[in-house]
């Protein structure tokens, strides 16, 4: 049976890109045909690797920022954009993909106003609930990453799932803990936090029994300015550390001893899971959704009130003091992940949702 796939631009770096890649690679792995479409194509190269049976199609062969602004040239171009053009777009999906069991949309381009009787239609909701939006009840199952919502999903929408993100595989190696690197990776965006995380460091460091320990930073985007700005402005250019997205992203979990996360909201936190897999021990601000579903206050690590710069930075030195603090909790983050975020876990429940449509469809 055919799956086909949707994200808006699987050639950048981020928590979508790679769920997409996880779930297409498993999925392919148990049997399907797995196709992915993305709409659009910034970089040449990927940033995660797709298995090479697995059809990989742009259905515009430019990034996204681009074809918007062709579409700003003129009024008409516009009032077509806003209104006609994802109702063309549905239906040149419906024609190309009639032979599909299944459509998983990872992506705000695609909704299914028109369907194929023998297709099922699911849309990954990749951030917590902001708003109803009367688009997604064209899909005939919405999928959320964590239960603390469900309830407010339900209210909205029918037929919601709760299927969490998982991780390929949980690697053998862990961190020994003993390196002084605390570790954050993300987009520099402002969902991420990262100007609240050079606040939090500046009250770290402010202990000079720690003042030989560094924040590692890795990620790209658009507030990078800000961000080295407000370090150098707050002196901080000697403890705080600045990386680009790297593929080999195991030796930064593996040199850190802590991992910390600081974002505003989430849908669920990819990150943060794969740095418990290595061992890591991890604070984050309590949001919604994420945090509480893969840290385990006080035995994995901390979950502090949003925005209490403060206390995150008091619990923050506490781990960094306490290298036995840190073993047994980055004991617990590992095992937690391998039994709530794996794939052995997590695929499963993909089989029966799919496998509950497909009796839906062919059986009535």
């Not at 074809?67 to 806003?82: G, R």
């Not at 029994?209 to 402005?233: P, S, T, V």
Request: proline residues 2%; hydrophobic residues 40%.
């Amino acid at each position: 049976m055919k799956i086909l796939l949707t994200i808006n631009d699987i050639t950048l770096t981020g928590g979508a890109e790679r769920v997409v890649t996880n779930l297409a690679n498993s999925l392919y792995d148990i049997g399907y045909d797995v196709e992915i479409l993305s709409f659009f194509r910034t970089n040449d190269i990927l940033p995660y690797k797709i298995n090479d049976n697995i059809k990989l199609s742009f259905w515009y062969n430019l990034s996204e920022s681009s074809h918007k602004e062709k579409f700003l040239k003129s009024q008409i171009l516009k009032i077509y954009y806003k209104n006609i053009h994802k109702i063309a777009l549905s239906i040149q999906l419906y024609n190309r993909y009639f032979d599909c069991c299944a459509i998983i949309a990872s992506c705000s381009i695609y909704m299914p106003l028109f369907k194929n009787k023998n297709t099922i239609y699911i849309k990954i909701m990749h951030l917590n609930f902001n708003t109803f939006n009367k688009r997604n009840s064209y899909f005939d199952n919405i999928v959320i990453l964590s239960s603390r919502e469900l309830t407010l999903w339900q209210h909205y929408y029918n037929n919601v799932e709760v299927i969490p993100n998982f991780l390929p595989f949980i690697p053998d190696k862990s961190s020994n803990l003993d390196s002084k690197i605390v570790l954050s990776i993300g987009r520099f965006s402002y969902q991420k936090g990262f100007l609240r995380l050079i606040d939090i460091w500046k009250q770290v460091i402010q202990d000079k029994n720690l003042r030989d320990w560094k924040l590692c930073i890795i990620g790209d985007g658009e507030l990078k300015i800000d961000i080295k700005n407000k370090i150098h402005m707050l002196n901080l250019q000697d403890s705080i550390i600045l990386k680009p997205f790297t593929n080999d992203i195991e030796i930064e979990y593996l040199q850190a001893s802590i991992y910390v996360m600081t974002s505003y909201f989430e849908g669920f936190g990819m990150v943060l899971a794969e740095s418990a897999s290595y061992g890591l021990p991890s604070i984050a601000f309590d949001i919604n959704t994420g945090p509480s579903d893969i840290i385990e206050d006080n035995v994995s690590g901390y979950l502090i009130e949003d925005d209490n710069i403060e206390d995150f930075a008091f619990k923050l030195r506490i781990l960094m003091n306490d290298g036995c603090l840190r073993s047994r909790f980055g004991n617990n983050a590992k095992q937690l992940i391998k039994q709530k975020f794996s794939k052995e876990v997590i695929m499963p429940l993909w089989e029966a949702i799919l496998r509950k449509n497909h009796k839906r469809v062919y059986f009535g």
